[in-house]
């Protein structure tokens, strides 16, 4: 598995964001609860020790280097320091003794920090005040900082407290989703559906049973209560293992509001890595937008996730689509989605069904190549696109595979209808399709694009990351 230790991570990367430093936290807390039931003391849990796969989407994180470890006595007081010099407890320095877990909890303080800020940390500067604790984190993150570096040991919380009591920081964030973006997510596609990963999408039906079973959301599971009503988490899922982790009730609308899908994911944020997203409008909203998506299916095989039915990922909510042209042909997808207009662009369209469909149908005959000039299609595109928006028709924009040519249009479509900057549109695409990726003439012909619709080109291609 590729992986690289938190140190070099963060030089390539820079300091983190609270949300990527929150993944690698969580996972490091529940690691060491896990050494300290084992009766072992690490004693140097530092950046350098810390390794991080690079090869999934949610950072997974690995402690090594146990030379110094050491099994441990329920309050074992040590006076040798063993570990980096430069991360000493304030005990050490005071008293020249030290314990594990007052020191464990130290150390993940030490850690989050060297995360955070762009400049390493010595405990006998922070401990004197020369070094000192970002004021433009959270408030949760700061929080969560002055308590595991509290320079008194009986002070710090312990592991245990860190992990259920005291942290709102270590929390996923729950935030609403609207449906389209759990539309986009149920329908995402590598060689098969992304639905037959065990880790990709954990969805949770909140509602009461006797609903769940009458119809759902595909691939969605159910969840228990207490005699208190209180939310357990999901049996069948490995929660902290997921890159999606999206929870529904019937019709919650705010996170202010009271009701069963906030609860659900506030019980959900506590073991998840990633955010803890909320439908917005819930099973009633989705299933009125989606209704082919609905099912009263409760258990599927590999094979049965294999062979879902998906539909092309929706940009602009009921009225761009995007897909391959094996979606753009299937007649039961364009009734599903209602589609109006297509746009093909590709070598070898059939416009046959499309027509007999009462099916607006432009094509552009192209192919995916460096040398393709897609940039003088564009207006013409984009006339046509808009022509249909405006009327509130749907529109399906269809390429050979759905990655390069079809994405291509589509981000000339927003910079043209939205006046975004092409670095916008990309980002905003890259939401509803991870996997699409323009090729480079695609991409410099954007970049003239952009130049023809705002004036000038806001985005440097030779200074970003594509």
């Excluded at 997974?60 to 570990?83: E, M, P, W």
């Excluded at 004197?128 to 308590?147: M, P």
């Excluded at 979606?327 to 364009?334: A, E, F, N, V, Y």
Aim: one cysteine or more.
């Amino acid at each position: 598995m590729p992986a690289e230790d938190l140190s070099n991570y963060i030089v390539k990367n820079g300091s983190l964001e609270e949300e990527e430093a929150k993944v690698i936290l969580k996972q490091l807390v529940d690691a060491a609860i896990h050494l300290k039931e084992k009766s072992i003391f690490h004693r140097d849990i530092k950046v350098e020790n810390i390794l991080i796969e690079t090869s999934t989407d949610v950072p997974r994180v690995r402690l090594i280097d146990f030379g110094l470890s050491c099994f441990v006595k329920t309050k074992s007081r040590y006076r040798v320091f063993y570990g980096t010099s430069a991360h000493v407890p304030p005990e050490w320095l005071n008293s020249h003794s030290y314990t594990a877990g007052p020191t464990t909890v130290w150390q993940m303080g030490v850690v989050l920090f060297e995360t955070l800020h762009k400049k390493e940390f010595t405990s006998t500067r922070f401990v004197s005040k020369r070094l000192r604790i970002s004021k433009r984190l959270s408030q949760d993150c700061q929080d969560f900082l002055e308590q595991c570096l509290t320079h008194h040991p009986e002070q710090r919380p312990t592991l245990e407290q860190l992990q259920r009591l005291l942290s709102p920081f270590l929390m996923a964030t729950i935030t609403l989703c609207e449906p389209l973006e759990l539309y986009n997510l149920l329908n995402q596609f590598r060689s098969v559906p992304r639905l037959a990963e065990i880790n990709y999408l954990c969805l949770i039906d909140a509602r009461e049973t006797q609903d769940y079973r009458t119809s759902h959301i595909i691939t969605a599971k159910t969840v228990k209560t207490d005699s208190d009503g209180k939310f357990h988490l999901p049996e069948v899922v490995e929660v902290n293992t997921m890159q999606y982790v999206v929870v529904y009730d019937s019709k919650t609308s705010s996170l202010d509001e009271p009701g069963r899908a906030v609860d659900c994911a506030n019980v959900l944020a506590k073991a998840s890595l990633s955010p803890v997203h909320v439908v917005k409008g819930g099973f009633q909203r989705f299933s009125a937008l989606y209704p082919f998506l609905r099912t009263a299916k409760i258990l599927y095989t590999i094979t049965d996730l294999e062979n879902l039915k998906i539909y092309p990922v929706e940009t602009i909510t009921g009225l761009l689509y995007m897909g391959d042209q094996k979606q753009s042909m299937d007649t039961s997808i364009l009734k599903d989605l209602k589609i109006s207009a297509v746009v093909t662009i590709s070598h070898l369209p059939q416009t046959d069904s499309l027509e007999s469909m009462g099916i607006n149908h432009l094509n552009i005959a192209l192919s995916d190549s460096l040398e393709s000039d897609l940039y003088s299609s564009f207006q013409k595109i984009c006339s046509f696109i808009g022509l249909h928006v405006r009327a509130r028709s749907r529109v399906l924009i269809s390429s050979r595979q759905g990655r390069s040519r079809c994405s291509a249009v589509t981000i000339a479509f927003l910079m043209h209808n939205f006046k975004y900057t092409l670095e916008t549109s990309w980002k905003y695409m890259l939401k509803c399709k991870p996997t699409m990726m323009p090729n480079r003439g695609f991409m410099q012909q954007l970049s003239d694009w952009e130049l023809h619709i705002l004036g000038r080109k806001r985005t440097d291609l030779s200074k970003w990351s594509y």
